[in-house]
T-cell receptor, first 113, second 111 residues
Framework: DGGITQSPKYLFRKEGQNVTLSCEQN?????MYWYRQDPGQGLRLIYY???????QKGDIAEGYSVSREKKESFPLTVTSAQKNPTAFYLC????????????FGAGTRLSVL | GNSVTQMEGPVTLSEEAFLTINCTYT??????LFWYVQYPGEGLQLLLK?????DKGSNKGFEATYRKETTSFHLEKGSVQVSDSAVYFC??????????FGTGTRLTIIP
């Protein structure tokens, strides 16, 4: 089945630690996105990538980093500079940035120990 | 800039009740409009969409009509079921700009 796989489902971060969230898609989509979901705030865009080896900051990029070395993969690193990382993180992909139907993974819930 | 304003929740209804979740938008030009649904513990799924004025999107008994004159895209369903309990997000996009989401409306259906 084609789709988007996020792992792990739950992740815990210690103070001062960097953690990486995985996102893999086998839909052959060019564009990929990372969102953060907090209660009552909807989805906020962290980073997006329209093509391999290229990515742009979204609305709340501070404290996060990404890479896009392969079309299928778009990992998100939550760095120690992100002081409030506890949230639900969602990865999405779309055929390209003009085809605005986005397909979402099941999400990773990150908590701070 | 573009923005979406959604009816605040939570919304609780009895099974077989009529559902309306309001959504209005602010955008330059004529954006595409979407409703996404998020079931507990899952990511978002596209429920329906409309790409131009007066278009009606429909899926799984849900409908929404793109109203240019009122800049609205209200979600409706004639008879809700317990399985419709979820969080519903209204969203818009314009050209190749990214999706802009509303804050979501949590819907709970009681038997």
């Amino acid at each position: 089945d084609g789709g988007i796989t996020q792992s792990p489902k739950y992740l815990f971060r210690k103070e001062g630690q960097n953690v990486t969230l995985s996102c893999e898609q086998n839909l052959n989509h060019d564009a990929m996105y990372w969102y953060r979901q907090d209660p009552g705030q909807g989805l906020r865009l962290i980073y997006y990538s329209q093509i391999v080896n290229d990515f742009q900051k979204g609305d709340i990029a501070e404290g996060y980093s990404v890479s896009r070395e392969k079309k299928e993969s778009f990992p998100l690193t939550v760095t120690s500079a992100q002081k409030n990382p506890t949230a639900f993180y969602l990865c999405a992909s779309s055929q390209d940035s003009y085809k605005n139907i986005q397909y979402f993974g099941a999400g990773t819930r990150l908590s701070v120990l | 800039g573009n923005s979406v304003t959604q009816m605040e929740g939570p919304v609780t209804l009895s099974e077989e009740a009529f559902l309306t979740i309001n959504c209005t938008y602010t955008a330059t030009g004529y954006p595409s409009l979407f409703w996404y649904v998020q079931y507990p513990g899952e990511g978002l799924q596209l429920l329906l969409k409309a790409t131009k004025a007066d278009d009606k999107g429909s899926n799984k008994g849900f409908e929404a009509t793109y109203r240019k004159e009122t800049t609205s895209f209200h979600l409706e369903k004639g008879s809700v079921q317990v399985s419709d309990s979820a969080v519903y997000f209204c969203a818009l996009s314009y050209g190749n700009e990214k999706l802009t989401f509303g804050t979501g409306t949590r819907l709970t259906i009681i038997p």
